[in-house]
């Protein structure tokens, strides 16, 4: 079945630094991948997305990777800010839906 | 613009109830989605919905159905309420034909709690 994951344990990033987040999937050959934020009690908001045809988009300090034969995506965050924490999803399309990763908190400490 | 509207945002029933959740789309938008998020599980995908057909549908029971009206609004009900249905649920819409080939816009979400 198709399976995606994240890192499941929290990330903690000094800030300033780069966070590279995770994203790993099997049995799925996803047209697109998108990456969302979620704040606590609050709908996700979309960041980016990027076509199985690209290896690399950005976004002011964002970067997403997507490597379709090593199934994976990595999702970059620049000069990180304590403003920055929040868990991080990243979701694949499949038939009109879109199938989630669990996400991965990430605590950027001053 | 008005961004996706749930209603209500906080609702607490007894087992063996039903409840009725709303969700406005943005203006424009035909595709809309609805997602069950339990601690832990991430975003488990209920159905989708684009010009009031059901187009896709998750491994959720029976007990869970939606409906979409004709200015895309949507509604999802669920009966015979059980304690593990507890769950911020979460609406979605999109551009164009949905899918995953545009971005989703959320809800703020409703949070049910079943006792």
């Known amino acids: 079945s198709q399976k995606i994951e994240q890192n499941s344990e929290a990330l903690n990033i000094q800030e300033g630094k780069t966070a590279t987040l995770t994203c790993n999937y099997t049995n799925y050959s996803p047209a697109y991948l998108q990456w969302y934020r979620q704040d606590p009690g609050r709908g996700p908001v979309f960041l980016l997305l990027i076509r199985e045809n690209e290896k690399e988009k950005r976004k002011e300090r964002l970067k997403v990777t997507f490597d379709t034969t090593l199934k994976q995506s990595l999702f970059h965050i620049t000069a990180s800010q304590p403003a920055d924490s929040a868990t991080y999803l990243c979701a694949l399309d499949s038939n009109y839906q879109l199938i989630w990763g669990a996400g991965t908190k990430l605590i950027i400490k001053p | 613009k008005a961004g996706v509207t749930q209603t209500p945002r906080y609702l607490i029933k007894t087992r063996g109830q039903q409840v009725t959740l709303s969700c406005s789309p943005i203006?424009?938008?035909?595709?809309v989605s609805w997602y069950q998020q339990t601690p832990g599980q991430g975003l488990q995908f209920l159905f989708e919905y684009f010009s009031e057909t059901q187009r896709n549908k998750g491994n959720f029971p029976g007990r869970f159905s939606g409906r979409q009206f004709s200015n895309s609004r949507s509604e999802m009900n669920v009966s015979t309420l059980e304690l593990g249905d507890s769950a911020l649920y979460l609406c979605?819409?999109?551009w164009g034909t949905g899918g995953g080939s545009t971005e989703a816009f959320f809800g703020q979400g409703t949070r049910l709690t079943v006792v």
């Open positions: 979605a819409s999109s």
């Open positions: 203006s424009g938008h035909r595709s």
